[in-house]
């Protein structure tokens, strides 16, 4: 059975930092794109960054450009997402996904989803 799982949110107060991870059980991330995106209340779910699966080709939303990082360790089947200099319109549900495509921000281009974890950052 294919699977994401997401982990590494929570409660972080404005300033803060958190690391996200994306683990897959069932198959091998190496040849997918991965892709994170979040959704906040009443809002659409928006790409956030996503990377290929070599890792030369990494894409942000304009929102985090200088304080997110995606990264990914293809031996232990994982992919992060460091979040620093984090504010309260960051708050939201974080999701992976991961695709065939190409490294863009559109959910669309996205086979496989995880649960989410959440991410909430208030004072």
């Known amino acids: 059975q294919l699977q994401l799982v997401e982990s590494g949110g929570g409660l972080v107060q404005p300033g803060g930092s958190l690391r996200l991870s994306c683990a897959a059980s069932?198959?091998?991330?190496?040849?997918?794109?991965i892709g994170w995106f979040r959704q906040a209340p009443g809002k659409e779910r928006e790409g956030v960054a996503c990377?290929?699966?070599?890792?030369?080709?990494?894409n942000y939303a304009d929102s985090v450009k200088g304080r997110f990082t995606i990264s990914r360790d293809n031996p232990k089947n994982t992919v992060y997402l460091q979040m620093n200099s984090l504010k309260p319109e960051d708050t939201g549900i974080y999701y992976c996904?991961?695709?065939?495509?190409?490294?863009?921000?559109?959910?669309?281009?996205?086979?496989?989803w995880g649960q989410g974890t959440q991410v909430t950052v208030s004072s």
């Open positions: 996904a991961a695709g065939w495509g190409s490294c863009i921000l559109t959910r669309a281009e996205y086979d496989y």
């Open positions: 990377i290929s699966s070599s890792g030369g080709s990494i």
């Open positions: 069932g198959f091998t991330l190496d040849y997918y794109v």
